[in-house]
C-alpha cells in the first residue's frame, strides 16, 4: 500500500507539528510527501504530471493547519486544478483509493463540540473534503486531529507518532488486529539494525504477541459460539 | 496481569532503555500499550466465557 502526504501550509519551516510529522513519516518506505504551496511557486503548475502522480498511490492524506474552519488557499487551489471534473468524474481515477485528513489545531480539540467555545465538532467543518471523497469514490478515513502539540509531553509525543504513522501507512481500520499486523511489521524492520543478542529478544517477543492475537482470536470464536447458542 | 505479559513489558523496556531512536522507542512504547490491550481482551474473553457458561439459565 503506497501513501501520498499532500501537505498545505504558509509557513511550513517555522511549524514545529509538521516537522515532527514529516520526520516521522519519512521512516515509512511506502510514504512519500508533497509540500503543495512549492508547486505554485514559480512556473505554473503541471496538472497532468500531478494526476499522474495521484493515482500511482492507494491511500492520499491532506495534512494541514486549520485556517478559519477549512485549509488554507493553496490546498483548495489544488483541488481546484488538479481535480478536474473529467479525471475525478468521468474518469473515475481516483475511485476506491482512500483519502484521509490530518489537521493540526492551536485550540483544544474538546472544544470542537456542541457547548465547546468553538461550537462545531471538526467532523462538519471538514464536510466539503468528505463530500469529494464521496463523489470521487474513495473511502473517507476519519480525520486525524493533532491538537496542541506543543504542549504535548515525551510520552504522548511518542504515542501522537505512532498513531500517525498508523494513519498513514496501516491497514483501515485500525482494529487491534490490524494495529498488531503493522507493529509486528516495524518490530521485524527495526530487527535488522540490531546486535544479535537483541535480534533473538525482538524475535521471541514478535512470537509471543502473534500467539497472543491468535488466543484472542479462538477466545473471540468461542465467545461467538456461545452466544450465538444462547439466542 | 498474566506472566507474558510482565515479562513482554519487561524486555521492551529494556529494548526502550538503549534505543537512541526516537521512533523506535515510540514504536516499542506502542507495543507495551498493544501487549497491554491484549492482556485486557483476552482476560475480558475468558471472563465471559466463564460467566456464560456457569450461567444460572443453564442450571
Do not use: C
Not at chain 1, 516521522?24 to 514559480?42: C, H, M, P, R, W
Not at chain 1, 499522474?52 to 474552519?69: E, G
Amino acid at each position: 500500500m503506497k501513501t501520498l502526504i499532500l501537505i498545505s501550509h504558509p509557513k511550513l519551516a517555522d511549524s514545529a507539528t509538521q516537522e515532527f510529522l514529516k520526520t516521522a513519516g519519512k521512516s515509512q518506505t511506502n510514504v512519500a510527501f508533497e509540500y503543495i504551496d512549492d508547486l505554485y511557486k514559480g512556473t505554473k503548475i503541471d496538472i497532468v504530471q500531478e494526476q499522474q502522480r495521484l493515482i500511482k498511490y492507494n491511500r492520499m492524506v491532506f495534512q494541514f493547519p486549520l485556517y478559519w474552519y477549512s485549509s488554507p488557499a493553496s490546498l483548495k487551489q489544488y483541488m481546484d486544478d488538479v481535480f478536474t471534473r473529467k479525471f475525478v468524474v468521468a474518469n473515475h481515477l481516483l475511485r476506491n483509493k482512500e483519502l484521509g485528513i490530518v489537521v493540526t489545531l492551536g485550540d483544544a480539540e474538546a472544544e470542537f463540540q456542541a457547548g465547546g467555545s468553538e461550537h462545531f465538532t471538526i467532523s462538519e467543518l471538514l464536510r466539503p473534503f468528505e463530500a469529494f471523497a464521496n463523489k470521487a469514490g474513495m473511502t473517507y478515513l476519519k480525520p486525524f486531529v493533532v491538537s496542541q502539540f506543543g504542549y504535548l509531553e515525551e510520552e504522548q509525543k511518542e504515542l501522537l507518532l505512532v498513531d500517525y504513522l498508523q494513519y498513514v501507512s496501516a491497514q483501515m481500520p485500525l482494529s487491534l488486529d490490524n494495529r498488531e499486523k503493522w507493529l509486528v511489521d516495524q518490530l521485524t524492520h527495526m530487527k535488522q539494525e540490531k546486535s544479535e543478542d537483541d535480534q533473538q529478544k525482538l524475535d521471541l517477543i514478535i512470537g509471543s504477541i502473534e500467539a497472543r492475537q491468535d488466543q484472542l482470536d479462538d477466545l473471540k470464536t468461542n465467545v461467538k459460539m456461545i452466544r450465538d447458542q444462547e439466542e | 496481569m498474566s506472566d507474558t505479559t510482565d515479562w513482554l513489558t519487561k524486555q521492551l523496556s529494556q529494548l526502550q532503555e538503549q534505543e537512541p531512536s526516537f521512533i523506535n522507542r515510540s514504536i516499542l512504547e506502542a507495543t507495551k500499550a498493544l501487549v497491554a490491550e491484549q492482556n485486557k481482551r483476552i482476560r475480558q474473553a475468558q471472563d465471559e466465557i466463564d460467566g456464560r457458561i456457569w450461567s444460572p439459565d443453564k442450571w
